[in-house]
């Protein structure tokens, strides 16, 4: 469309203006932030400039941390969320790769009731499922004892062969426990499927006329298909898994697990004094970092694997 | 090199429907082999069950002297050429040509000799290193004819291969597929709808239609003794007329409606008079005609002009054509000098030319 009317323009780049600067302001307060005293942020007017201080705030988050909350220094927390994320990232793509990979390429019985079934999960988030989640993550053998109770039995050992078995294995504090409730995921199976329907039958029938047996096929000629699709759903999940919030409040209580979306949270709910917003922009900047690297280093595949169509 | 053997072969799709009602078929060593019908007549199913991409319910497909039917596609030693070419598109030309190699084991250098070998056959020399998107059509064409003959198979399987292609790459890559294959000698299976592709390569065709081979034999067989209307009509362009007559009293000449009378060929003399008929007449073998009695009176209605010679469409008084012109016959001129639309001429028929079918059966007589 060409359009020449000079006020049109105007108007669209004063709309793109405020728009910006409404998502900017935000970034560039905890950035400025970051770099003053608590003292100077307390006192109006706030700062709009970096001050002198970012060089110390930064160590300070990166080395030692906050004493009075947990004192665990900002890296420990970094890393533990970057194990999340990837975890939650990788785990996912695997998963949902091979699910649709079974779902469209094998006929076996139940077929489309597993792809059904594994779709409605959808309606069922984190948030939703949270209560038994957690309970089977306390004690992976929840479901059986249950089960067992149904048929009469009580307790929570049983006796095999003489062998006496306790059905406690607690999954609480730990990266499995952190990321292997969220790694199922019937969004990722569901693009996954969609994208293997669009792979030309022909392409598999060449393979198979080419002797690629099927897990042949799916490393040689559907893995790098998918490539871009892969790339883009990377983005996305390596994004939901560092702003995991809700599910590792609730599963670790050891500080040593703790993520740095948490950590933020626990610095600014102190008591008695007043948080140390300085600490906690610094923080705050250092948690947006990873996956602003991350968006950046793969924008280019992110945004092929979005829009491309050919083949 | 091999021998394909194709005996009692029927395919019925688990809803039920029969595909293919049971085909034998023999195509010896180095014969190029063309299934040719409309769309729905089982051609393309019968390819893929020599494939081995459709299980045969019935009947055994024997490729050289082993009964194939239980193997998988890759230890049938077959190639296939399909439609779309389906070339895997990460892959550069050379891994593309290679990877079924590769998968069977055989040693890098031999892998490179072959692949050489079989670029410099199709002139993709300086084209090895490319991606498919970056070929156009018919070097994509190549690409898997090359694909296909790397592995030195025994019989290679065409499933339509240049529908994709426009019209004059077609021609060119179908000389290209009848020079190469009779270079390699290879027992060829070809598919196809079209056909001129199917009279042009075969060097014999089977006539598909409803699951059934209505005819197989050399494209000049089929041209010229055509078993059925539907042969009749498949094989040819512009298509063969068709009018419904009857044997006349005498035995000797058919009446197509009260003014128009033609001669009976001589073989179709042992015809009973007053049996009905459908008369075959190509529109290359009605010609002009001074005979007022034992003529048709053609209406041209249509012209087209081809080049060399023209196309007449036109109805004849009181003769109701069927088949394809949409009731009308078609007349083939030689040159380009016509009588202008609208004029009446009369036809005759060689009787030498004229086949005659059932009328109910349609078979021939």
């Known amino acids: 469309m060409v359009e020449n009317r000079p006020w049109l323009t105007v108007v669209s780049h004063l709309v793109l203006i405020v728009g910006i600067a409404i998502v900017v302001l935000p970034l560039w307060v905890a950035l400025v932030a970051s770099t003053h005293t608590g003292r100077d942020l307390l006192s109006a007017p706030i700062p709009m400039w970096f001050g002198s201080h970012g060089v110390d705030n930064y160590r300070q988050m990166l080395t030692s941390g906050m004493e009075h909350v947990s004192g665990q220094p900002l890296t420990l927390m970094l890393f533990n969320s970057l194990v999340m994320a990837l975890s939650i990232a990788i785990g996912k793509i695997v998963i949902s790769l091979t699910a649709a990979f079974a779902i469209c390429y094998f006929r076996f019985p139940l077929r489309m009731t597993c792809f059904w079934i594994i779709f409605i999960t959808l309606m069922l988030p984190v948030e939703v499922r949270i209560l038994p989640t957690y309970e089977v993550i306390a004690n992976v053998f929840t479901p059986l004892t249950r089960l067992l109770e149904l048929f009469g039995f009580e307790g929570d050992e049983i006796v095999i062969a003489g062998l006496s078995i306790r059905l406690d294995f607690s999954m609480l504090d730990s990266y499995t426990g952190l990321t292997l409730p969220l790694i199922a995921s019937a969004t990722a199976t569901f693009l996954f499927r ?11 029938e060449a393979a198979r006329i080419d002797g690629a047996g099927p897990m042949k096929f799916f490393r040689d000629i559907l893995l790098p298909l998918s490539r871009t699709n892969i790339a883009a759903l990377f983005v996305i999940l390596f994004i939901y898994g560092w702003n995991q919030y809700l599910w590792p409040l609730l599963i670790t209580t050891d500080p040593s697990y703790v993520t740095v979306v948490m950590g933020i949270q626990r610095m600014v709910n102190v008591a008695d004094t007043e948080p140390q917003w300085h600490l906690v922009m610094t923080a705050a900047v250092l948690a947006m970092l990873p996956p602003v690297l991350v968006v950046i280093g793969m924008q280019r595949l992110f945004v092929k694997g979005l829009v491309e169509t050919e083949k | ?27 010896p060593d180095g014969e190029f082999i063309v299934l040719v ?86 002139q993709l020399d300086g084209l090895l290193d490319r991606r498919p998107r970056q070929l156009s059509g018919g070097q994509r064409q190549r690409v898997a004819m090359g694909r296909a003959i790397v592995r030195e198979p025994s019989a290679f399987l065409f499933d339509e291969p240049l529908s994709n292609l426009d019209a004059k790459l077609r021609v060119q890559m179908r000389v290209e597929i009848k020079q190469l294959q009779r270079r390699l000698g290879t027992t060829s299976v070809y598919v196809t709808h079209d056909q001129i592709e199917a009279m042009t390569m075969a060097d014999r065709l089977v006539v598909m239609n409803a699951g059934v081979a209505e005819q197989v034999g050399t494209p000049i067989e089929l041209y010229e003794r055509p078993s059925s209307v539907f042969v009749g009509g498949f094989i040819g362009s512009p298509s063969m007329n068709f009018m419904p007559a009857t044997v006349e009293p005498d035995g000797r000449h058919l009446r197509l409606s009260d003014e128009a009378r033609l001669a009976l060929p001589v073989e179709g003399r042992r015809v009973e008079p007053g049996r009905p008929v459908t008369v ?7 010609t002009l005609s001074a005979d007022a009695d034992s003529a048709l009176a053609f209406k041209i209605v249509l012209i087209e002009h081809l080049g060399a010679d023209t196309l007449l469409y036109g109805s004849a008084s009181s003769v109701e054509a069927t088949g394809e012109g949409g009731g009308l016959l078609t007349v083939r001129w030689s040159g380009h000098h016509t009588p202008p639309a609208g004029e009446v001429i009369r036809l005759a028929a060689d009787p030498a030319h004229l086949h005659l079918f059932d009328a109910a059966t349609g078979r021939r007589i």
């Open chain 1, 194 to 204: 969609q994208f293997f329907l669009t792979v030309p039958d022909e392409l598999t």
């Open chain 2, 1 to 27: 090199m091999a021998e394909l053997r194709i005996s009692g072969v029927e395919k019925v799709y688990p809803n039920g429907f029969k595909a293919i009602h049971g085909i034998d078929l023999d195509v």
């Open chain 2, 37 to 122: 019908g409309p769309s729905g007549c089982g051609k393309s199913t019968l390819l893929r069950m020599i494939a081995g991409l459709e299980t045969v319910s019935s009947g055994t497909i024997q490729i050289g002297d082993r009964v194939v039917n239980e193997l998988e596609p890759a230890d049938r030693d077959i190639a296939m050429v399909f439609q779309n070419y389906a070339l895997y598109p990460h892959m550069s030309v050379y891994q593309n040509m290679s990877y079924g190699l590769r998968n069977r084991g055989y040693p890098k250098d031999a892998i490179e000799e072959r692949v050489q070998k079989a670029a410099g056959i199709l």
């Open chain 2, 280 to 286: 075959g007449v190509r529109p290359e073998h009605l």
